[in-house]
């Protein structure tokens, strides 16, 4: 009977999809099997906290396991919206978005452009290869040599201070300059990093277009304005757009790393408040679960509308 | 560029510029000079100088310190072990994922691609992620370190995106001659595909000696901590403790001793940079090619 299905299948030129699926198998067996153990990888720490989502819904209790506690609804979702932590977090995070925004992102784009107009090729790729070093080390050695740096006593920013005549500052003790040492840490690490894209789309503008511009009398500033900006100006959309889609999102390493005890006000973000409820101080982990949930999905709101904006701007934009 | 007439507006623009690239290989690299000088120098020497340029001696004192202390020789172990092991763990598991859907003729690629692919627009978030770690029993294990964070999907789809343009014709005459997929991919790919091979490898191994935060995550106990946390208690924290003294009286970590313990951990992703750079602006490249 099977065989007689099967003819007719193959009689009528397509095979039934069990049948596809038997023959792909036993001619690809080799390569399925090689794929086996990154299936069960993706869905053991991928998929499988997926469906562990649903502790927000529940009053997880460790020793009852996630199906046997019991459903709460949208409780542990109204706690945290009705608490106080709900709004400084919120602010917290989107102040330091915003603020990585106005100056983290435009750096890399400027230090770019400024880097195209050294006419030294030595110096210009020694000046890239230092910039890109940053990047590499840990926002633990990050946050080390910035706690060195701005040291009050031994700290080389605090001795500018003095010699300008100021007394010491103690920068990273005191919140209101904690936002602003976020952003000039992400700054430093990542610059020369950031400019990679830049540098790349103005390395594949024709040379012939400055040249062109050269005989036409075009000085220095109106080459840079009329021919490098224009050619990487669709780049830096696509990286805006990425940029502003992310903005419920901060960097947890490097705000674990930098921030203490003093700064928590003004430097706790959502992603930090999960991490201190659910892991840290308290263990209550559904209302840390719920945070996440409610973060994630106002987040992916944020990425739809702004590939949606990006695909008006740029014909042909967007991200996918 | 052609060579023109420089208007002196001009001139002194190039002059700024060049002050300004000046001042970012100041800002950039002063930092590490501070912790290579003052590792070396008497504390006395660093308080007295404003601004730290020369050491005033060159004493290994403080290195011998640091590296005899428990918590740090340990800790170095740790880091070892966990860049090593997890390295080849991602790289056994990345190559493979890469390697098969890199086949444009397998039957369900597309589906296995996106199964991987959606992972990184959608996540269960910390706490569930924690949760599954907790119920494999890795909590306080140095698998911790590794197995969770063991396949990065950005790393697989570059890799993936170099096997495809590994030419088929080379697949299918060695298939004529009998091979499987094991010596192809070893005669064949592995040949072709080292600068990816090496940038991903680059990539991983940075990853985990970076790492910080699955240990604080997944490790309660002391055993298995890596030096990044060591670094962040003793520099950040000021918690002497963390180094485990022999002579636990000591209270105070001088500052050249913290400035040694900064050029440890910096130390391998120094030595190993200009491969870094190299290959990873490559790879960066490579990965912005939509595939």
Not at chain 2, 224 to 232: E, N, S
Not at chain 2, 269 to 291: C, D, E, H, N, T
Request: contains cysteine; charged residues 10%; hydrophobic residues 55%.
């Amino acid at each position: 009977m099977g065989n007689l299905a099967e003819q007719s299948a193959s009689a009528s030129g397509g095979l039934s999809l069990p049948a596809r699926f038997a023959r792909a198998l036993q001619k690809h067996w080799e390569l399925y099997l090689l794929f086996l153990p990154i299936v069960a990888w993706y869905a053991i720490f991928c998929y499988a906290p997926m469906g562990g989502i649903v502790i927000a819904f529940k009053d997880f209790k460790v020793l009852r396991g996630i199906w046997a506690s019991d459903w709460v609804g949208m409780k542990n979702f109204s706690r945290f919206i009705s608490s106080p932590a709900f709004r400084s977090t919120f602010a917290n995070t989107i102040i330091i978005s915003l603020m990585n925004l106005a100056f983290a992102f435009p750096a890399p784009i400027i230090f770019a452009l400024l880097l195209n107009e050294i006419r030294s090729l030595i110096g210009k790729r020694f000046v890239q290869t230092v910039s890109y070093l940053p990047h590499f080390i840990s926002w633990t050695i990050a946050g080390s040599l910035f706690y060195m740096m701005l040291s009050p006593s031994t700290g080389i920013v605090n001795y500018i201070v003095r010699f300008f005549g100021g007394s010491p500052v103690n920068f990273l003790g005191e919140g209101r300059y904690f936002r602003w040492i976020l952003v000039i840490s992400s700054v430093w690490k990542g610059l020369g990093w950031g400019a990679i894209v830049y540098l790349a789309a103005i390395a594949g503008v024709d040379e012939e277009l400055y040249e062109a511009a050269t005989i036409d009398g075009a000085k220095r500033f109106r080459r840079i304005w009329s021919i490098t900006i224009p050619s990487i100006s669709n780049v830096v959309v696509v990286m805006l757009i990425l940029q502003v889609g992310t903005i419920l999102n901060s960097n947890f390493e490097q705000i674990f790393i930098m921030a203490n005890a003093t700064v928590l006000s003004v430097g706790e973000t959502i992603e930090y408040y999960i991490y201190r409820v659910g892991l840290s101080s308290t263990n209550n982990f559904s209302l840390a679960a719920a945070v996440g949930l409610f973060k994630s999905v106002v987040g992916f709101a944020l990425i739809l509308i702004t590939n949606a904006i990006s695909k008006r701007v740029s014909d042909g934009g967007g991200i996918w | 560029m052609k060579s023109y007439r420089k208007t002196p507006g001009e001139t002194l623009f190039a002059a700024l510029n060049t002050l300004f690239m000046a001042f970012i290989l100041l800002v950039t690299l002063y930092p590490f000079w501070y912790i290579a000088v003052g590792s070396v120098s008497s504390v006395a020497h660093i308080f007295s100088q404003g601004m730290l340029l020369w050491p005033d001696q060159l004493s290994l004192a403080a290195y011998e310190f640091v590296i005899g202390t428990k918590g740090v020789s340990s800790a170095l172990g740790n880091s070892a072990f966990i860049t090593v092991a997890g390295t080849l763990l991602s790289m056994a598991l990345t190559t493979m994922g890469a390697y098969v859907l890199s086949k444009p003729y397998l039957p369900g690629r597309k589906t296995m691609t996106l199964f991987i692919v959606v992972t990184m627009l959608f996540n269960g978030g910390l706490i569930p992620f924690y949760l599954v770690v907790k119920s494999l029993g890795m909590i306080d294990t140095i698998w911790a370190m590794m197995i969770p964070y063991a396949i990065s999907t950005y790393n697989m789809i570059i890799m993936r995106n170099f096997l495809q343009a590994v030419p088929r014709s080379l697949e299918e005459s060695a298939m004529v001659d009998g091979a499987r997929h094991f010596t192809i991919f070893a005669k064949i790919y592995l040949p072709l595909s080292m600068p990816v091979i090496a940038t991903v490898t680059l990539f991983y191994a940075v990853g985990y000696w970076n790492s910080i935060i699955p240990a604080i995550y997944f490790l309660n106990r002391r055993d298995f901590i890596p030096i990044q946390v060591i670094l962040r208690e003793v520099l950040i924290q000021s918690r002497p403790e963390a180094l485990q003294f022999i002579d636990s009286a000591t209270s105070q970590i001088s500052e050249n001793i913290k400035m040694a313990l900064v050029v440890i951990t910096v130390a391998p992703i120094a030595v190993i940079y200009p491969f870094l750079q190299k290959y990873f602006v490559k790879g960066v490249m490579v990965g912005s090619i939509k595939g």
